[in-house]
């Protein structure tokens, strides 16, 4: 088992940034992979970046690629995504999940957090 309890998020205006936390209990987060995905009102939860067990690994979405940085910290049992050059369109409700597998696909992974909001001012 894996609790993971998003921070970080809030209210921010366009170009600006935020990291976003996800601190993981139980389970040691050094073993497992860990998934960034969001939703927006109205909208599918959407991949957003995700890192391998090892840190080796990452990938992100294309919307996000170049602003958005993935990086873990298993000292801290923690994993982080850095969020600059903010846009209204990520405006959404931010979920940090852990599985074994690093994947796009919200179904790989077994536990998730509760969220966070990010919402961007134009």
């Known amino acids: 088992q894996v609790q993971l309890v998003e921070s970080g998020g809030g209210l921010v205006q366009a170009g600006g940034s935020l990291r976003l936390s996800c601190a993981a209990s139980g389970r040691t987060i050094s073993s497992v992979a860990v998934g960034w995905f969001r939703q927006a009102p109205g909208k599918e939860r959407d991949f957003v970046a995700y890192?391998?067990?090892?840190?080796?690994?990452?990938y992100y979405a294309e919307s996000v690629k170049g602003r958005f940085h993935i990086s873990r910290d298993n000292t801290k049992n923690t994993v982080y995504l850095q969020m600059n050059s903010l846009k209204p369109e990520d405006t959404a409700v931010y979920y940090c999940a852990a599985g074994d597998i690093a994947s796009k696909t919200s179904g790989h992974y077994a536990y998730w957090g509760q969220g966070t909001q990010v919402t961007v001012s134009s």
């Open positions: 890192i391998s067990w090892s840190g080796g690994s990452t």
